[in-house]
């Protein structure tokens, strides 16, 4: 995804409105927020591409937001995915006038329910002040990765889960994700293109694993919480935790890449489909029921 805010970060989320710009006619009302989850196999990314034959999650909910408002919408999101990562969380907010937000909620989810793809669902239809941004106003964003370990691979959940053959040591990856925790410089674990001449320092407040049955599939979840993140950085860490929890490195290695500040010294990129957004934190009484 590009997980976070890069698409994560310093990026606008959704399209580029065309010349003269992209909102609501009349006076302005506020904004809406939409909770969305997709699974993001079939896309290349939530981001629209310039080659707009190219499937993207913000794509896809564009155009149903404008055929359904009938003009053109800018929207922004909490965090950009890269091309198969899913959500089950995603935020997005577009501006909308006093008109538009006395539509409802009811008729808005069954708008969505008829023109959006089968992939992609809203879960909830919510309202803020004008001015809103779904990505500037987040306090935190929560990934989960999902790792299946073993000889027989997952089947059910095998979309959202990386099959991993090899047993892994939880206890030496537990040991290694607490010292990534903080405000520290994530530049060993980002896009190497996407890092220059940006700032590249986040603040890690929580990351832990833990066991989960899904469809009678077991797996090791490993969820992160952060302000925000670079492009690629939970797949990233999430790599380079495996091949210590692999036995071919030691947890203190964590402290040796962070410190290196070098994409090259982190280890490999874990595959997109194991992870999922989780959700986005904002201040209380942010979001309001439309």
């Not at 935190?140 to 040591?169: E, F, K």
Request: include cysteine; aromatic fraction near 8%.
């Amino acid at each position: 995804m590009t997980e976070g805010l890069q698409a994560e970060e310093g990026r606008p989320c959704g399209a580029t409105p065309p010349e003269g710009g992209a909102g609501p006619r009349g006076a302005d009302g506020g904004t809406i927020v939409l909770r969305l989850g997709y699974d993001g196999t079939a896309y290349s990314g939530f981001a629209e591409q310039p080659d707009g034959r190219i499937a993207t999650v913000a794509g896809e909910l564009r155009r149903a937001l404008e055929t359904f408002l009938r003009r053109e919408v800018d929207i922004t999101c909490a965090g950009r995915t890269d091309a198969g990562v899913h959500a089950v969380a995603q935020y997005v907010s577009f501006p909308v006038s006093a008109e538009e937000l006395g539509i409802g909620e009811r008729r808005l989810m069954r708008a969505f329910a008829a023109l959006l793809p089968h992939d992609i669902a809203v879960s909830a239809v919510l309202r803020a002040d004008p001015g809103f941004s779904a990505r500037f106003d987040a306090r935190s964003r929560t990934y989960t990765y999902r790792i299946a370990t073993g000889d027989a691979p997952p089947l059910l959940t095998r979309s959202v889960t990386w099959w991993h053959r090899g047993a892994l040591d939880v206890g030496a990856m537990e040991d290694a994700a607490a010292r990534i925790l903080g405000e520290r410089d994530f530049k060993s674990f980002c896009k190497t293109s996407s890092a220059v001449g940006k700032p590249t320092c986040r603040n890690v407040m929580s990351a832990d694993f833990r066991t989960e049955r899904n469809l009678g599939e077991e797996c090791l979840a490993f969820t992160i919480r952060g302000n925000a993140f670079l492009h690629s950085m939970v797949r990233t860490i999430v790599g380079t935790l495996v091949e210590i929890g692999g036995g071919r490195r030691d947890p203190a290695w964590m402290d040796e890449v962070l410190a290196a500040r070098d994409r090259a010294a982190a280890g490999p990129t874990a595959p997109a489909c194991g992870l999922c957004f989780m959700g986005v934190e904002y201040d209380e009484g942010a979001l309001r029921p439309l």
